[in-house]
C-alpha cells in the first residue's frame, strides 16, 4: 500500500485530519498573524534531522491525540520572524522555539475544533536529545510535510494512542 493510501486508510479509521486538512487549519494561524499560507508539499526534499525542531502538544481526553510540529532552522528563523515581526537576524533560538510552540498552540486549537473535541490542550513543549530525534524520524515518514511560497517547511503530525502519555 502507498503512504497517500495508509494516510487516508488512517484518516478514515481514527478520523484525524489529512494532509489538506492540517495545511488549511495550520494557515488559518498564520494568515491570520503573518501572510503565510501552507500546502501539502508536493516533494519531500532531503532532511537532515540535526537541522529540525520539534515541538509537541497533548489533547488530554477519551482520545489521546498529541500534535507534533517540527520545522528546520531557516524555515524556523523565517516563521519566528515573520510571527514576531522582527527581522530575521534579530531572531535567536528561544525566540524561534517559543514561535514553534505559539503555532503548535493555536494550530492545536483548530485542530481539536475540527475534531470536535471538548477536551484540554496541553502545554507545548520542545523535545530535544535522542527522545526529539526519535519522535522527528517517525514525525517525518508519517507526518506531512507543509511549504508556503517563501519556502517555509513545517512538518504536522497529528497521532492518536490509547497509551497514556510518558
Avoid at 18 to 26: E, K, R, Y
Avoid at 94 to 109: F, H, I, K
Amino acid at each position: 500500500m502507498r503512504r497517500s493510501q495508509t494516510m487516508l486508510l488512517n484518516a478514515i479509521m481514527t478520523n484525524l485530519p489529512d494532509p489538506q486538512t492540517l495545511a488549511t487549519l495550520v494557515s488559518t494561524v498564520t494568515e491570520t498573524m503573518c501572510g503565510i499560507s501552507f500546502e501539502p508539499a508536493k516533494e519531500v526534499r532531503q532532511i537532515d534531522p540535526t537541522a529540525w525542531r520539534l515541538a509537541i502538544l497533548p489533547i488530554s481526553g477519551k482520545r489521546k491525540i498529541q500534535v507534533l510540529l517540527s520545522s528546520d532552522q531557516a524555515s524556523g528563523l523565517g516563521l519566528g520572524a515573520a510571527l514576531l515581526g522582527f527581522p530575521a537576524d534579530q531572531v535567536d533560538p528561544s525566540m524561534v522555539d517559543d514561535s514553534l510552540c505559539e503555532l503548535l498552540n493555536m494550530a492545536a486549537g483548530q485542530i481539536k475544533r475540527a475534531l470536535r473535541l471538548d477536551d484540554a490542550l496541553g502545554l507545548p513543549r520542545i523535545v530535544e536529545g535522542e527522545a526529539g530525534q526519535a519522535l522527528f524520524k517517525t514525525a517525518r515518514h508519517q507526518g506531512t510535510m507543509l511549504r508556503s511560497r517563501g519556502e517555509l517547511d513545517l512538518i504536522i503530525w497529528v497521532t492518536e494512542s490509547n497509551k497514556d502519555e510518558a
